[in-house]
Each structure stands twice: as structure tokens, then as C-alpha cells.
């Protein structure tokens, strides 16, 4: 027979409320259950402490991942608007280089071989970028084609660069030609005496007459024809008080037969600056103004550059 153990329930006067007897093995049965609980309710408190921890880092790392979502939906929109931007670039480039090729036909200059491939020797345009198809498909691929053009752009930008510097040299020699070529009448008068081969009201032998006489009132203001510097200016035989221009590029002009002169050797003017007055001096009939154009030193009709 089995030894039991005796429990007395009693109250707080020491009266018997209860007894309950158990043995041993039920004791043991009881400790083995009542410690596997609390081990099991220990398990239950730890598994839910750590599942409220990944809770919160589940919702840290949700946050983390809505920013880095919103990020990168940032950034697409960056890459979308740089490739519309290079779109544009592009576009502006060749209406520039339309332009200025425009011009050289406009102001007759040479275009420069190398300015027909604006993104490359022969090279067209490359193909406007597509941000939602290439985006959708590999945004990997649309920084690269990106970085290409980008690349390109630079390239026809100095090329674009080059061609107008080109082009501001054309047009300002153009300019600089222009204006030292004569273009205007010395003076106002009326014609005496045109170019060519007279007879002499002194000798009345056939010679040529090197230059147009231009009648008008002693006093009347002579002017330049054009842009040079006065390599003579005083009296010389014939010709009397007279002064000689140099133009530059062979072009060389003569006033002659002066009473006043106001520009002295090595002085600068500018196409209708007075340099002197109508006058009669030298061998003259009257008040006029020999007029005479040189290229090279060889004489030819003014009239050929007289548009006024």
C-alpha cells in the first residue's frame, strides 16, 4: 500500500476547513505538469515579446521601404525630365546649325565641310530618347543611351561652337570688305567728265582720263568714299591740293584739284568723313573734284563702285 500525504485545509482560526490526501507519484505527476505549463507559458511570453519586436521592425522596415519608394519614383521622374531636356538640346543644336548654315548662303560664305555632321562626322541626330517605354522595358539601358548622347551633345556643341566662330570671322572680314570698298560719290555735283579716253580740253590730243570729274561749287565738302587711312595729303602737279586713301585689299582712292584739306597723312576715316572742299587748283577749267579708283595700282571707271 502506497504512503499518502495528508493536506489540511484550515482558516485563519485554525479550524479543519478540509483535507485531501495524495501520494507520492500523483505529487510527481503534478510537479511535471505544473512545471512543463509555466515552461510553456514561458515559451508563450517570449515568442510574444518577440513577435511585438518584429512588429515594430516590420513597421520600421515598412517605412523604410515606402521612402526608398518614394525615392526611386523621384529619381525616375529626374531621368524622365534630363531626357526630355537632352530632346530638347538636341533639337535646338540642328535648328542653330540650320541656321547658321543659313546665314553663310545668306552672307555667300563657304559652309566647312566639317560642319555637316553636327553629332559626328556624316552622323545624323541620334533618335529622341523614349523615358516610359525604355523605363518599363530597363531603366539600366536608358542612363546608358542617356550618358551616350550626353556625350554627343557635348561633342556637337563645340562643333556648333567652332562653326559660328567661323562664321563671326566670315562675317566680320565680309563686313571689314564692305566697308573699305568705295560705294559713294565724293561729292555733290554733277558729272564733267567721265572715264576714259577724251580729248584734252588743254591739249586737244586724245588721252585717258584716269578718274570722273565731279562740277559743283568751290566750298562744296568732299568725302570719303570709303573706310582707309590718308597715305598723301598735300600738292602734287596737275592734280593740285590732293588726297590719296588706301582702302586695304588693292583698293586705292584720289581726290584731286582741292582748295581746303582737312586730313593730313596716316590719319584714319571713315566712308563719308569730309576730307577736304571742292576747289580749282592744279590744272583746272573750274571748281571740281577729280575722283579716281585703283586696284593694284592700275586705274578703273569709278562708276563701277558708285551705288548712290
Not at 479550524?15 to 507519484?25: E, Q
Not at 525616375?76 to 538636341?90: H, M
Amino acid at each position: 500500500m502506497q504512503s499518502k500525504i495528508l493536506f489540511i485545509i484550515s482558516d485563519e482560526t485554525g479550524k479543519s476547513l478540509s483535507k485531501v490526501a495524495a501520494t507520492k507519484k500523483m505529487l510527481a505527476v503534478l510537479g511535471l505538469c505544473f512545471g512543463f505549463c509555466m515552461t510553456l507559458l514561458g515559451f508563450i511570453i517570449y515568442d510574444y515579446y518577440g513577435l511585438k519586436q518584429d512588429l515594430v521592425c516590420q513597421d520600421d522596415l515598412e517605412r523604410k521601404v515606402a521612402g526608398q519608394s518614394d525615392i526611386i519614383y523621384q529619381q525616375k521622374k529626374q531621368v524622365r525630365k534630363f531626357a526630355a531636356e537632352i530632346n530638347t538640346l538636341k533639337s535646338e543644336l540642328t535648328v542653330l546649325n540650320e541656321f547658321q548654315k543659313k546665314i553663310r548662303i545668306i552672307a555667300n560664305l563657304e559652309t566647312d565641310g566639317e560642319q555637316d555632321g553636327l553629332f559626328g562626322v556624316g552622323g545624323p541626330m541620334p533618335e529622341d530618347l523614349d523615358p516610359d517605354l525604355s523605363f518599363k522595358e530597363n531603366s539600366g539601358s536608358l542612363v546608358r543611351e542617356m550618358h551616350e548622347q550626353v556625350e554627343q551633345l557635348n561633342t556637337a556643341s563645340v562643333s556648333q561652337k567652332n562653326a559660328f566662330e567661323s562664321l563671326l570671322q566670315g562675317l566680320e572680314l565680309k563686313r571689314n570688305l564692305l566697308a573699305c570698298t568705295p560705294a559713294i560719290r565724293p561729292t555733290n555735283g554733277w558729272i564733267s567728265s567721265k572715264f576714259g579716253y577724251r580729248k584734252s580740253p588743254f591739249t586737244s590730243l586724245k588721252e585717258l582720263h584716269k578718274g570722273i570729274d565731279f562740277a559743283a561749287p568751290k566750298g562744296t565738302p568732299v568725302v570719303a568714299t570709303a573706310d582707309g587711312v590718308v597715305t598723301f595729303s598735300g600738292t602734287k602737279g596737275l592734280l593740285g591740293k590732293l588726297v590719296v586713301i588706301d582702302h586695304g585689299h588693292g583698293l586705292v582712292t584720289r581726290y584731286g584739284h582741292n582748295s581746303k584739306i582737312f586730313k593730313k597723312r596716316g590719319d584714319k576715316v571713315k566712308r563719308g568723313d569730309i576730307i577736304a572742299e571742292v576747289g580749282s587748283t592744279g590744272r583746272s577749267t573750274g571748281p571740281h573734284v577729280h575722283y579716281e579708283v585703283r586696284l593694284n595700282g592700275v586705274p578703273i571707271n569709278p562708276s563701277r563702285y558708285i551705288y548712290n
